[in-house]
């Protein structure tokens, strides 16, 4: 293929498996495209007739894809995507069969909603749960599937999923922004979009070294491993050379990816070795959330036809780096502006900075709801160090542009870093934002040009709750700066002592220096009150807080029935992965590490009696036998410890109360009986531990 100029190649097959709108033109009579259109423009519903046209032209084109079934594909409060298929022939007279798929059957599906997780929406005995076609999105054909991507409601009608409010918190943020605009004298545009392109790291490593690990089949991480020999430390694999099986591996995954119309761009080694990373191009926040969960399902097939295993966990390893996923956010008008960008006039620069002071405050108002957005068990391993971000929320933005709200602030001239004046709002700025100042790698929300980066994210995690947030709580700041400026008399001067208050008030969250050092840690918790919260179980009970729920309720994003039924599925899905996690390192421990303990254990012994026997001193082997016999009982006592947690866990109630028991008890106990593991492997033959070691799965790929 590369020898056919694969540019070329590449503009051909991109999105080749997707109803994209270029598929519709040609497909669908006039008015049915136009309507389609209207529908992805303004969220406006189809007649029944025009979504029989759509359903039609959608069948015969998947169809010649070999495609036999369709299916809604949805996003349930699993964080994962799932999918029921149904084959599109339906009986004929005298034993033959139709193929056939109705307008009825794309825009609404039926399916057992009794298993997914609900938060206590509805009844495991209540089985009906519908999917709706989310049309902004676009169709594609997989595995001889047509996938319509769908949101999914209960019976009674309470969102089941994280699509449906990603897509409402992009409709309150247009509505919102618009007035803005208005503000500024713009009627061109009557839609803000907001634009997401997650950045997605991830390991790789081989099948058959996986394979041999029940911790990493069961729970995507290493329960258990010595810390190898070299880790990150000489930082040789950051951005080094990509070697023949993991570049054939990536070549394959584009290819793979551009098929779906994924915009993925850019691959890279990452840190850790192992470690990769693969960053798309921006596009719409629900398209990128869509993408995104296909990216994380093909890069987990591609990597089994190459013989290797991909890891989402966020921390598969200890000691090393663990992987993210930075989200990078911004707006964009439909007249052709983003909103982040401070633009060529003293207009444009005004308007910027009046975004800019919303997404300040809104940050800073709402800091527990961004954290908790990256609150899972497995991220509570990453956040804090290696790149990872602390747990505390705050803001970067760069020397310049501290400097153009601190002048905002006193009402001063700007003096810029070349020593020269600017009257906010009246002369144009200079180009500060986008290479004036470096990016900030410890800061959890970080202004890199004409858009934030939110570096918190798990690299397992959906996209959407994040979004979601950001979404709703910038919206809410424009409207509280619509509400005071509409109807000003002095629009300018109004809007720059808003600007200005706003600033003084919430600049706290602002902070441009190392969020890994312990000076910030106590100038952020005891000085500006910021917000420390550690670990999950802290962090999500912030969802139902009377303000969040206040927010979510104005702009209809959540009901506060829904926003507790997520509290309740996240604390419960924490206790979840704690106990299997903790389960399987009681199995692996009973069943394969005491057993090898005990056979080393059992070969140095008869070495040592063997010495003995030939008048040979055999002082190593006793101290050795000595030292493994006492690991191996401490090994088999603190696993009955974490036993006794474990049933201890059951009996605490559900919800807050067990997942801080988990947090506290049980995965304290974990970490005690895994270092005496760990010590343990350290003294064992390699020949003779049950599992491969850290530098076999991390350095023979």
């Given at each position: 293929?590369?020898?056919?100029?694969?540019?070329?190649?590449?503009?051909?097959?991109?999105?080749?498996?997707?109803?994209?709108?270029?598929?519709?033109?040609?497909?669908?009579?006039?008015?049915?495209?136009?309507?389609?259109?209207?529908?992805?423009?303004?969220?406006?519903?189809?007649?029944?007739?025009?979504?029989?046209?759509?359903?039609?032209?959608?069948?015969?084109?998947?169809?010649?894809?070999?495609?036999?079934?369709?299916?809604?594909?949805?996003?349930?409060?699993?964080?994962?995507?799932?999918?029921?298929?149904?084959?599109?022939?339906?009986?004929?007279?005298?034993?033959?069969?139709?193929?056939?798929?109705?307008?009825?059957?794309?825009?609404?599906?039926?399916?057992?909603?009794?298993?997914?997780?609900?938060?206590?929406?509805?009844?495991?005995?209540?089985?009906?749960?519908?999917?709706?076609?989310?049309?902004?999105?676009?169709?594609?054909?997989?595995?001889?599937?047509?996938?319509i991507p769908t949101a999914f409601s209960s019976y009674t009608?309470?969102?089941?999923?994280?699509?449906?409010?990603?897509?409402?918190?992009?409709?309150?943020?247009?509505?919102?922004?618009?007035?803005?605009?208005?503000?500024?004298?713009?009627?061109?545009?009557?839609?803000?979009?907001?634009?997401?392109?997650?950045?997605?790291?991830?390991?790789?490593?081989?099948?058959?070294?996986?394979?041999?690990?029940?911790?990493?089949?069961?729970?995507?991480?290493?329960?258990?491993?010595?810390?190898?020999?070299?880790?990150?430390?000489?930082?040789?694999?950051?951005?080094?050379?990509?070697?023949?099986?993991?570049?054939?591996?990536?070549?394959?995954?584009?290819?793979?990816?551009?098929?779906?119309?994924?915009?993925?761009?850019?691959?890279?080694?990452?840190?850790?070795?192992?470690?990769?990373?693969?960053?798309?191009?921006?596009?719409?926040?629900?398209?990128?959330?869509?993408?995104?969960?296909?990216?994380?399902?093909?890069?987990?097939?591609?990597?089994?036809?190459?013989?290797?295993?991909?890891?989402?966990?966020?921390?598969?390893?200890?000691?090393?780096?663990?992987?993210?996923?930075?989200?990078?956010?911004?707006?964009?008008?439909?007249?052709?502006?983003?909103?982040?960008?401070?633009?060529?006039?003293?207009?444009?620069?005004?308007?910027?900075?009046?975004?800019?002071c919303a997404i300040i405050k809104g940050v800073h108002e709402?800091?527990?709801?961004?954290?908790?957005?990256?609150?899972?068990?497995?991220?509570?391993?990453?956040?804090?160090?290696?790149?990872?971000?602390?747990?505390?929320?705050?803001?970067?933005?760069?020397?310049?542009?501290?400097?153009?709200?601190?002048?905002?602030?006193?009402?001063?001239?700007?003096?810029?870093?070349?020593?020269?004046?600017?009257?906010?709002?009246?002369?144009?700025?200079?180009?500060?934002?986008?290479?004036?100042?470096?990016?900030?790698?410890?800061?959890?929300?970080?202004?890199?040009?004409?858009?934030?980066?939110?570096?918190?994210?798990?690299?397992?995690?959906?996209?959407?709750?994040?979004?979601?947030?950001?979404?709703?709580?910038?919206?809410?700041?424009?409207?509280?700066?619509?509400?005071?400026?509409?109807?000003?008399?002095?629009?300018?001067?109004?809007?720059?002592?808003?600007?200005?208050?706003?600033?003084?008030?919430?600049?706290?969250?602002?902070?441009?220096?190392?969020?890994?050092?312990?000076?910030?840690?106590?100038?952020?918790?005891?000085?500006?009150?910021?917000?420390?919260?550690?670990?999950?179980?802290?962090?999500?009970?912030?969802?139902?807080?009377?303000?969040?729920?206040?927010?979510?309720?104005?702009?209809?994003?959540?009901?506060?029935?829904?926003?507790?039924?997520?509290?309740?599925?996240?604390?419960?899905?924490?206790?979840?992965?704690?106990?299997?996690?903790?389960?399987?390192?009681?199995?692996?421990?009973?069943?394969?590490?005491?057993?090898?303990?005990?056979?080393?254990?059992?070969?140095?012994?008869?070495?040592?009696?063997?010495?003995?026997?030939?008048?040979?001193?055999?002082?190593?082997?006793?101290?050795?036998?000595?030292?493994?016999?006492?690991?191996?009982?401490?090994?088999?006592?603190?696993?009955?410890?974490?036993?006794?947690?474990?049933?201890?866990?059951?009996?605490?109630?559900?919800?807050?109360?067990?997942?801080?028991?988990?947090?506290?008890?049980?995965?304290?106990?974990?970490?005690?009986?895994?270092?005496?593991?760990?010590?343990?492997?350290?003294?064992?033959s390699e020949d003779s531990w049950p599992l491969p070691s850290?530098?076999?799965?991390?350095?023979?790929?």
């Amino acid at each position: 293929m590369s020898e056919q100029n694969p540019a070329k190649l590449v503009t051909e097959y991109f999105g080749c498996n997707v109803f994209s709108d270029k598929v519709m033109r040609e497909r669908l009579p006039k008015d049915v495209y136009r309507a389609v259109r209207r529908t992805k423009k303004l969220g406006c519903a189809l007649a029944p007739e025009i979504s029989g046209a759509v359903a039609h032209a959608m069948k015969e084109w998947a169809i010649e894809k070999g495609a036999t079934h369709y299916t809604h594909w949805f996003q349930p409060m699993t964080g994962v995507t799932a999918e029921k298929h149904d084959a599109f022939l339906n009986p004929a007279e005298r034993g033959g069969i139709l193929l056939e798929f109705s307008g009825k059957e794309l825009i609404k599906g039926e399916a057992d909603a009794s298993s997914f997780p609900s938060g206590g929406l509805r009844s495991t005995f209540e089985a009906r749960g519908y999917t709706a076609w989310d049309p902004t999105s676009n169709a594609f054909v997989k595995d001889g599937s047509l996938y319509i991507p769908t949101a999914f409601s209960s019976y009674t009608g309470d969102t089941l999923d994280k699509k449906t409010p990603l897509l409402r918190s992009m409709d309150v943020l247009s509505q919102q922004a618009l007035r803005i605009l208005r503000l500024f004298g713009n009627t061109t545009a009557t839609r803000v979009i907001t634009t997401a392109g997650p950045e997605q790291e991830y390991f790789l490593i081989d099948k058959k070294l996986f394979e041999a690990r029940e911790d990493l089949i069961i729970t995507g991480r290493t329960l258990f491993g010595a810390k190898p020999p070299k880790g990150q430390e000489l930082e040789d694999h950051y951005y080094g050379n990509i070697n023949k099986r993991v570049s054939d591996y990536m070549k394959d995954l584009d290819e793979e990816l551009w098929k779906l119309g994924v915009y993925a761009k850019t691959k890279h080694n990452e840190v850790a070795p192992a470690q990769h990373e693969l960053a798309p191009v921006f596009t719409n926040t629900n398209i990128a959330a869509d993408h995104n969960q296909l990216t994380m399902e093909i890069m987990k097939k591609v990597a089994t036809k190459h013989g290797l295993y991909c890891l989402l966990h966020e921390k598969p390893f200890a000691g090393v780096n663990g992987s993210g996923k930075h989200n990078n956010w911004s707006m964009a008008s439909n007249d052709g502006q983003n909103l982040l960008d401070p633009g060529d006039c003293p207009q444009d620069n005004l308007q910027f900075l009046t975004f800019l002071c919303a997404i300040i405050k809104g940050v800073h108002e709402y800091a527990p709801l961004l954290r908790l957005s990256a609150a899972s068990a497995g991220n509570d391993h990453r956040l804090g160090a290696n790149e990872a971000p602390p747990a505390i929320v705050s803001m970067f933005i760069g020397t310049e542009l501290q400097g153009v709200i601190d002048a905002l602030e006193v009402g001063e001239k700007y003096r810029s870093t070349d020593d020269k004046t600017f009257e906010i709002g009246v002369d144009v700025l200079p180009d500060f934002p986008k290479d004036t100042t470096d990016r900030n790698r410890t800061s959890p929300f970080a202004f890199t040009g004409n858009k934030f980066e939110f570096r918190m994210l798990g690299s397992a995690d959906s996209i959407s709750c994040t979004n979601t947030i950001i979404n709703t709580i910038v919206a809410e700041e424009l409207c509280q700066i619509a509400d005071a400026l509409e109807g000003s008399q002095d629009f300018t001067g109004d809007l720059k002592k808003l600007l200005a208050k706003i600033i003084s008030e919430h600049k706290s969250i602002i902070y441009n220096g190392n969020g890994y050092s312990d000076e910030w840690l106590d100038e952020a918790v005891n000085v500006r009150h910021l917000p420390n919260l550690v670990s999950t179980p802290d962090a999500l009970p912030e969802y139902i807080t009377p303000k969040s729920v206040a927010l979510f309720e104005k702009f209809k994003v959540y009901t506060e029935a829904e926003l507790r039924a997520r509290t309740e599925v996240l604390l419960e899905n924490y206790s979840k992965v704690i106990n299997i996690e903790a389960l399987t390192m009681i199995d692996m421990v009973k069943k394969k590490i005491v057993p090898a303990c005990l056979d080393y254990t059992k070969k140095v012994c008869e070495t040592g009696t063997l010495k003995r026997e030939l008048g040979i001193s055999s002082g190593i082997e006793t101290e050795l036998a000595a030292k493994l016999s006492a690991l191996t009982d401490a090994i088999y006592r603190e696993t009955a410890v974490l036993e006794e947690k474990v049933i201890t866990a059951q009996d605490k109630n559900a919800g807050l109360e067990m997942a801080r028991f988990y947090r506290d008890e049980v995965f304290a106990q974990m970490q005690t009986l895994r270092a005496i593991v760990d010590e343990t492997e350290t003294n064992v033959s390699e020949d003779s531990w049950p599992l491969p070691s850290y530098s076999k799965l991390l350095f023979t790929v």
